[in-house]
T-cell receptor, first 112, second 114 residues
Framework: AQKITQTQPGMFVQEKEAVTLDCTYD???????LFWYKQPSSGEMIFLIY??????QNATEGRYSLNFQKARKSANLVISASQLGDSAMYFCAMSSLGDMRFGAGTRLTVKP | EAQVTQNPRYLITVTGKKLTVTCSQNMNHEYMSWYRQDPGLGLRQIYYSMNVEVTDKGDVPEGYKVSRKEKRNFPLILESPSPNQTSLYFCASSLRAASSYEQYFGPGTRLTVT
């Protein structure tokens, strides 16, 4: 069965510094997608970044990058130059065909 | 504006009283899905639909029903709600069911069953 694990319930980072949010996954499917979503206190789910299981290069989207280590089954999110508006819950997710699994989330707090 | 809408946004009901949460998308997406979000558990998939008339169980389907008669709508039905179904519910859609498509989420429905 597919499984996603986020081991950091909460993280703190100083404004303008970089932070890494951890995500590990487990699947026997050769084809899958890995996603990160942000959920601010207002509640909406915001897509941040995607990595395909066959992609050779790590995905990047502005200040977000995904550190994909396939052999270790990890897909960590790196946020560079943190901003106060980055304070939110962050969810890692894995999709294979129709099935979608989310981790428990990491609450990131950016300190001024 | 491309969006996923859910109604109602908030609902308080009593045990056993059937209810339906509607979900609609205007992006001509093939894939739609329902999730529930509970503290410490993240989002868990309830049901999903790969296309019209095609639905499948997710991780936590017990106590829920769905139907997909039209491409744009994917209602979630609770035939006999119980207090353990108190949760925040999200509907989402994506262009296709393949694993490379991001999902667009609705605003959420907060359900309380007393």
């Amino acid at each position: 069965a597919q499984k996603i694990t986020q081991t950091q319930p909460g993280m703190f980072v100083q404004e303008k510094e970089a932070v890494t949010l951890d995500c590990t996954y487990d699947t026997s499917d050769p084809s899958y997608g890995l996603f990160w979503y942000k959920q601010p206190s207002s509640g909406e789910m915001i897509f941040l970044i995607y990595q395909g299981s066959y992609d050779q290069q790590n995905a990047t989207e502005g200040r977000y990058s995904l550190n994909f280590q396939k052999a270790r089954k990890s897909a960590n999110l790196v946020i560079s130059a943190s901003q106060l508006g980055d304070s939110a819950m962050y969810f890692c997710a894995m999709s294979s065909l129709g099935d979608m699994r989310f981790g428990a989330g990491t609450r990131l707090t950016v300190k001024p | 504006e491309a969006q996923v809408t859910q109604n109602p946004r908030y609902l308080i009901t009593v045990t056993g009283k059937k209810l339906t949460v509607t979900c609609s998308q205007n992006m001509n997406h093939e894939y739609m899905s329902w999730y529930r979000q509970d503290p410490g558990l993240g989002l868990r998939q309830i049901y999903y639909s790969m296309n019209v008339e095609v639905t499948d169980k997710g991780d936590v389907p017990e106590g829920y029903k769905v139907s997909r008669k039209e491409k744009r709508n994917f209602p979630l039905i609770l035939e006999s709600p119980s207090p353990n179904q108190t949760s925040l519910y999200f509907c989402a859609s994506s262009l296709r069911a393949a694993s490379s498509y991001e999902q667009y989420f609705g605003p959420g429905t907060r359900l309380t069953v007393t």
